[in-house]
């Protein structure tokens, strides 16, 4: 047997593998929370892959994220009303796909300060984030791509628990999401913040975490992004769009 014949008979086996245990999986999380019955098989795929296939350690995972959606976003959306502190500072938007088609967000550090509206309101920033990007992602596609631009960070900035409250969003309630994340013009005041948040990310998380050199900065972002679709900023062609107006 040749050997793309054994990748293809191994990847036969792992789909078939992947698809018992979302069985599996489903019968026990309906069993648990009748309401999981509206969900698709692709989400339940996403926290069976982020717990490496364990469907007891995936169910739960996906059970905890119910109980959550249910308390946290009641009415099943996050309006604009409710994040009037956050899109006023104007730090987050979202334009062009790269290779993949993987939608692409931008987020710039420096604009990010604590508010009265405190961590709930940043959460819930978070809640109505994803929801855009999950609105722009073109069928079978299920991850998107970050920028995140640091460039003028300073301590002011400086958010530790807004930080630590994305990683666990975005580890908890959203896996298998990110596709990947690209932190650029990077000051050194902000290994600081960093060395607090980074033990609170995962392995699966952090490989796809880029540092990216100032100096390579458009090559880097060029070997995933065509030019047509990167961001003017970048030395791309296309203008920044605010996620509150996509």
């Not at 976003?73 to 996050?78: A, E, K, L, Y």
């Not at 992602?137 to 995140?148: D, H, Y």
């Not at 990216?212 to 990167?230: A, H, P």
Request: charged fraction near 30%; hydrophobic fraction near 35%.
């Amino acid at each position: 047997m040749d050997s793309s014949n054994k990748t293809g008979e191994q990847s036969f086996k792992s789909n078939e593998l992947e698809k018992t245990k979302i069985s599996l999986m489903r019968i026990l999380v309906e069993k648990q929370d009748p309401s999981s019955k509206e969900v698709d098989d692709p989400t339940l795929t996403r926290f069976l892959r982020a717990r490496d296939l364990d469907v007891e350690k995936a169910s739960a995972m996906f059970l905890k994220y119910l109980k959550w959606k249910r308390s946290f976003v009641p009415n099943g959306s996050i309006s604009p009303s409710e994040i009037t502190n956050e899109t006023e500072q104007n730090k987050m938007f979202l334009q062009g796909s790269d290779k993949k088609g993987q939608p692409i967000a931008v987020l710039f550090g420096a604009r990010h300060f604590r508010h009265k509206g405190g961590a709930d309101e940043f959460k819930r920033f978070i809640v109505y984030i994803f929801d855009k990007i999950f609105a722009r992602m073109p069928p079978g596609q299920e991850k998107f791509v970050l920028i995140a631009d640091l460039e003028g960070w300073g301590y002011a900035n400086s958010d530790i628990r807004a930080y630590l409250a994305a990683v666990s969003m975005v580890q908890d309630y959203y896996p298998e999401r990110l596709g990947k994340l690209f932190i650029v013009h990077s000051p050194y005041i902000f290994m600081t913040a960093w060395k607090i948040v980074c033990p609170f990310i995962d392995d699966k998380t952090r490989k796809k975490i880029v540092f990216v050199e100032n100096k390579k900065l458009k090559s880097t972002l060029l070997e995933d992004i065509d030019e047509s679709q990167l961001p003017e900023t970048y030395g791309g062609k296309l203008p920044l769009v605010p996620i509150h107006e996509t």
